[in-house]
């Protein structure tokens, strides 16, 4: 009898438990559809009232809602958005895998519907194929919404515009198809260029340059660098990817001055989070690679940072061996994570490195040595001979990396006092530098500042209301309606 009474507890609890999931899921589901219905008004205020602001926040929230989205839910918003004839929602539905109801098909609600509202809703179809790795149905639909887009022509639809050729070139990626819509993309970067639309003008350019990256079509990428230019109102993520390419151009270039000012650039640019681990890696690889080509050692706390901590292992191998100065150690560190290295693209880069090591290698034996021979410097740095040993100090003389003589007969190098560094020119370009970023810095954050329209009209309005409230209180004080000691009572 009691184990009856156990038992029909238990099943009473895990009823309970079932009916609270059930009322839990719900309640989610409700919520996620009263999101999306808040988005629609948002979208809508965006037209009314012109503000690409409220694009901006429906925009925001994609991450939250692309974590709660289901084929089921968007199918009953996609449902009760469009009307009962409109095609377009028995054509999204398809791709969801749902078929129009009964209900659906007797509503007689009106079939007109925003486009910004209708890209939207694409967009959220696109990204949950995505996400569910359907990429031949995401191919043909986000290619049927690209060709919708360009029929329209409305500056409301910007940032979705550019959210979907985001996607377009994400499909044709992971189907390794880029090289397809190439002219696609270029055609339509220079529609943007013409229509003003910034936010998808940065997009397609990094698109671009991503294209070419992966082609390793480096000089045509250079080419486009040059013959376009960065739109100032893009956004700070797109910023923050054209400020990378560019630094990875100027690396190739051999000018690393300038790619490490563009990779420092996109590193502060870019949201430091989670989000953006990936991104974080893959420029602060190259950063690290340039800083070592530059000559400067990269700090030790960039290693330890718990999002980039993993994966700059191989990176710091390559440091320590640049640093001390130890040929057969970059070797090893080379030859161990050659197939990292020819993954990320910094081989060519770090293969660069290798004069480093010995400039430094050098450098270390003038400072700790006033003489020393060519053969001892020869075993130091693992040469291969004297004559390159007697090559590579001259080099190291004439580039003034070291302060030192050579003497060829006596088969010796013989080092310099040491000179003050505040005697040279050097601590003042280094300040120079510091104030121009301190500008540049402040000139964006100008240049970021929003002021809301006509609100100095208001101002005016409210400054004309005071000199009126004057006006009145003179005249009233003249008359003699108002006594200016009436309030001290029986003082």
């Known amino acids: 009898m009691a184990d009856n009474k156990e038992h029909k507890d238990n ?5 309970d438990e079932a009916t609270k999931q059930q009322r839990i899921e719900k309640e989610n589901t409700a919520a996620l559809i009263a999101d999306l219905k808040r988005n629609f008004s948002l979208l809508e205020r965006a037209v009314d009232t012109a503000e690409t602001r409220f694009t901006t ?24 958005t469009y009307g009962s004839s409109d095609g377009q929602k028995t054509e999204i539905l398809k791709y969801l895998g749902q078929e129009p109801t009964s209900m659906d098909v007797d509503n007689d609600k009106k079939t007109s519907i925003l486009p910004e509202v209708d890209m939207y809703l694409h967009l959220l179809t696109i990204i949950y194929l995505l996400d569910q790795n359907e990429l031949d149905k995401g191919l043909k639909l986000v290619n049927d919404t690209i060709a919708s887009l360009h029929q ?8 979705l515009a550019a959210r979907l050729y985001f996607y377009h070139a994400r499909f044709y990626e992971l189907l390794d198809r880029l090289a397809e819509i190439r002219p696609q993309q270029l055609a339509a970067l220079r529609t943007a260029s013409l229509r003003r639309d910034d936010e998808t003008q940065a997009t397609l350019l990094n698109l671009l340059l991503r294209n070419y990256f992966v082609h390793n079509l ?62 974080q890696q893959t420029v602060y690889k190259f950063f690290i690679v340039v800083q070592l080509l530059m000559g400067e050692i990269p700090e030790r706390s ?3 940072q718990a999002v980039l901590k993993k994966a700059l292992v191989p990176y710091l191998h390559i440091t320590q061996a640049v640093r001390i100065g130890d040929l057969n150690k970059f070797q090893e560190a080379l030859a161990q994570f050659d197939a990292v290295f020819k993954k990320d693209k910094t081989y060519t880069l770090i293969l660069r490195l290798r004069h480093n090591v010995i400039k430094t290698g050098i450098r270390m034996i003038s400072l700790s040595y006033s003489k020393i ?3 001892d410097i020869c075993l ?11 090559f590579i100090v001259s080099k190291a003389i004439r580039d003034g990396v070291i302060e030192a003589t050579l003497d060829h007969n006596g088969g010796f190098m013989k080092s310099k006092e040491i000179v003050d560094i505040y005697s040279t020119n050097e601590p003042q370009a280094t300040f120079n530098q510091r104030i121009t970023f301190c500008l540049n810095l402040h000139n964006e954050a100008v240049k970021a500042m929003r002021f809301p329209l006509d609100a100095h009209r208001k101002e005016l309005a409210n400054a004309e209301a005071a000199r009126e409230r004057e006006r009145e209180l003179a005249q009233e004080i003249a008359e003699g309606d108002l006594d200016d000691e009436g309030d001290l009572g029986d003082f």
């Open 11 to 15: 099943m009473e609890i895990e009823e």
């Open 57 to 80: 926040r429906v925009l925001r929230t994609l991450p939250s809602i692309r974590r709660r989205l289901t084929a089921p839910i968007l199918a009953q918003v996609i449902t009760e």
């Open 373 to 375: 021979s060519l053969r």
């Open 152 to 159: 329209l022509n409305r500056r409301t639809l910007d940032q």
């Open 218 to 279: 480096y000089d045509q990428a250079d080419k486009l660098v040059s013959k376009s230019s960065f739109p100032e109102g893009a956004g700070n993520n797109q910023a923050a990817r054209y400020a990378y390419y560019l630094g990875r151009i100027k690396a190739l270039q051999l000018d690393y001055t300038l790619a490490h000012t563009y990779l420092l650039q996109a590193i502060r640019k870019a949201p430091q989070n989670n989000v953006t681990a990936g991104f």
């Open 302 to 304: 960039v290693f330890r």
């Open 380 to 390: 130091r740095l693992c040469l291969d001979s004297e004559e390159d040993a007697e």
